[in-house]
């Protein structure tokens, strides 16, 4: 397990939903498109939440952030 900030610029995010295909557990696309960070428990937090992840998730997340079209997420 490790802790990851991930971060949606939502200025950039253009719908693309790569990265809710690719990590579902992860990315929620919520009613203006947008694309939000959710907890453990599949809950949106908006566009930036820490939370504790696989490292199997976490690659998954690196695979969302690479994929994004916009370059709207970051993980840190
Ligand atoms: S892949 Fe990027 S542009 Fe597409 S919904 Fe996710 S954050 Fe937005």
Do not use: W
């Not at 998730?57 to 690479?66: G, Q, R, S, T, Y």
């Amino acid at each position: 397990m490790q802790k990851v900030t991930i971060r949606i610029d939502p200025s950039l995010c253009i719908t693309a939903a790569n990265c809710s295909g690719i990590a579902p557990k992860i990315f929620h696309i919520n009613e203006e498109g947008l694309a939000e960070v959710m907890d453990g428990a599949g809950i949106p937090q908006g566009y930036e939440h820490t939370l504790e992840v696989s490292d199997a998730d976490a690659e998954l997340i690196e695979e969302a952030v690479e994929s994004c079209p916009a370059r709207a997420i970051s993980m840190v």
